[in-house]
């Protein structure tokens, strides 16, 4: 069974940083992309980011709206994947998933609450 447990979500003023992990068991984490999605308050799931099986920088794609600003990462011995986010804005409050392969959706987890206060 696919298991994603997210974790690292919170409160952080604008311009503030997190750090979200997901954690991943149930499959063989290092043979698929991963993605991470979120969800404002009424509004549909919005792709961020994803990142191919190496972890490599250079194959990884961010949205327009959080590039200079978000890193996507993972770590294949420990079955984690990481979005380590920076500079953030109001507009970044939302619900964070991580999910299976490249700018997917599903399978995802429970999510991780992101707020983002002015």
């Known amino acids: 069974e696919v298991q994603l447990v997210e974790s690292g979500g919170g409160v952080v003023q604008s311009g503030g940083s997190l750090r979200l992990s997901c954690v991943a068991s149930?499959?063989?984490?290092?043979?698929?992309?991963m993605s991470w999605v979120r969800q404002a308050p009424g509004k549909d799931v919005e792709w961020v980011a994803s990142i191919g099986k190496s972890g490599s920088p250079r194959d990884t794609e961010l949205t327009n709206s959080v590039k200079g600003r978000f890193t996507v990462s993972r770590d294949n011995a420990k079955g984690t994947l990481y979005l380590q986010m920076q500079g953030m804005k109001t507009e970044d409050t939302g619900m964070y998933y991580c999910?299976?392969?490249?700018?997917?959706?599903?399978?995802r987890g429970q999510g991780t609450q992101v707020t983002v206060s002015s």
């Open positions: 149930g499959f063989m984490f290092e043979v698929f992309d």
């Open positions: 999910a299976r392969g490249w700018r997917s959706y599903r399978p």
